[in-house]
């Protein structure tokens, strides 16, 4: 079975955490509770407010942490360090000692079970199909979810079309295989992120 959900900006949770604000924009199962460890999946997003900032550490998550505005250097300790600009992503280990310098926008993938990515979509007027992602032999479940930094009209695999604006969250889920499924996007030029998860 397949399920849509579209959250729109002003429904997110904005919460303070030790370096700024971060949104939650999704998280598996519904019911999760990032504050207790309770979850398969998280994605936020996160306004980092401090120059330099050390990063929360999650034994056991697999993370890809995406830069949406600014310049962040990371240093993981033992390990390397790297320099992020718009778009561009770095993934490690949440067990890992890793501190920042950077006041930047960032996006975030969080994964404890399973495997996931992040991709940027462009938008433009012309409609443009992306092939959503099928279950696989390995794990049960596929969810998507698409993080609009645009204005962008939708229209869904069953035919539904919707408006969707910058900050607005698109979530889709499959727990079952079926067939080969499109979304379209089309608007005005702009960016989307989108988060593709395999789990169970």
């Known amino acids: 079975m397949e399920k849509y959900a579209i959250v729109r900006k002003e429904q997110l949770t904005v919460a303070r955490w030790s370096g700024g604000t971060t949104t939650q924009l999704a998280i ?27 990063f929360t550490s999650l034994s056991g998550v697999a993370r890809c942490l995406m830069i949406l505005e600014g310049t962040l250097r990371l240093r993981h300790e033992d390990h390397y360090e790297k320099v992020l600009h718009p778009f561009e992503q770095d993934n490690f280990s949440g067990s890992w000692t890793t501190r920042s310098w950077g006041r930047v926008t960032d996006f975030n993938l969080m994964v404890k079970e399973g495997d996931g990515n992040v991709q940027v979509l462009d938008v433009a007027a012309a409609p443009c199909g992306v092939a959503l992602a099928p279950v696989t032999e390995r794990w049960h479940c596929v969810s998507e979810v698409f993080y609009f930094l645009t204005e962008a009209e939708v229209v869904l695999p069953d035919g539904r079309s919707e408006t969707l604006h910058a900050g607005d969250v698109l979530r889709l889920h499959a727990d079952a295989p079926l067939g080969a499924r499109t979304l379209t996007l089309s608007g005005t030029a702009g960016r989307v992120i989108r988060c593709v998860i395999h789990h169970d």
């Open 28 to 54: 598996w199962p519904l019911d999760g509770d990032y504050g207790q460890r309770r979850f398969v999946w998280r994605v936020s997003s996160a306004r980092v407010e401090d120059e330099e900032s050390t």
